[in-house]
């Protein structure tokens, strides 16, 4: 998704993971926090690089879940008290970007 400039839905991401063998990550909080936070530090031990879940989004409002939010401003991520997370994701597709 990323690599296309594109979002996915938490549900959209708990749909595909069922397809893949995970069928027990339903799309709100639990398992799926986790899991994306988990995403965040992959190759990020330090935080600095994009985010990859800022591309994850609720279905109504197109945007990160208030948990992206509390993750970004927490330790190794600490963004800034000016940080949104619409630049997160232009960076996320910026990175992830095909040539």
């Not at 990020?44 to 401003?73: C, H, W, Y």
Request: charged share 25%; net charge negative; aromatic share 10%.
């Amino acid at each position: 998704m990323a690599r296309q400039g594109q979002t996915i839905t938490y549900g959209e991401l708990s749909a595909e993971l069922k397809e893949l063998g995970f069928d027990s990550i339903p799309p709100h909080r639990g398992v799926m926090t986790f899991l994306l936070k988990d995403v965040c530090l992959y190759r990020n031990e330090d935080g600095r690089a994009p985010m990859l879940s800022a591309i994850v989004v609720n279905k109504a409002t197109r945007e990160p879940s208030d948990q992206f939010s509390a993750l970004a401003r927490s330790l190794p991520f600490s963004r800034q008290a000016d940080w949104n997370w619409w630049d997160e994701q232009q960076q996320v597709f910026a990175q992830h970007r095909e040539d």
